[in-house]
């Protein structure tokens, strides 16, 4: 699905053309990276998504709440189009650094 990245305590990665459903077990294998290794900020980079589904915001929803709880927190990068839509919709910039 994307290119991972970790170093001091963040993780980088890159979210290709479409973030659904079927991308649950690579996003919880996300969620195990950063409890690996003490991960407190995960960046997203939404430059190459096109499309983005409720269960995908539901999966950063969980991820910020992980995060959350050891003081961290998300930034979502470069969303635009319909996935910039679907976050100003759902009012992610009230929930997550957007840049």
Do not use: Y
């Not at 539901?58 to 976050?87: H, P």
């Amino acid at each position: 699905m994307s290119n991972a990245a970790a170093s001091h305590n963040e993780l980088h990665v890159q979210v290709h053309e479409k973030f659904t459903f079927t991308d649950s077990e690579w996003f919880r294998n996300i969620l195990n990276t950063i409890e690996q290794k003490n991960v407190t900020r995960l960046i997203i980079d939404f430059s190459a998504t096109q499309f983005i589904d409720s269960a995908a915001l539901g999966m950063l929803l969980l991820a910020r709440e992980e995060l959350g709880k050891r003081g961290g927190g998300i930034t979502l990068l470069r969303a635009q189009g319909q996935v910039d839509k679907i976050f100003k919709i759902s009012h992610f910039h009230t929930l997550f650094d957007m840049r």
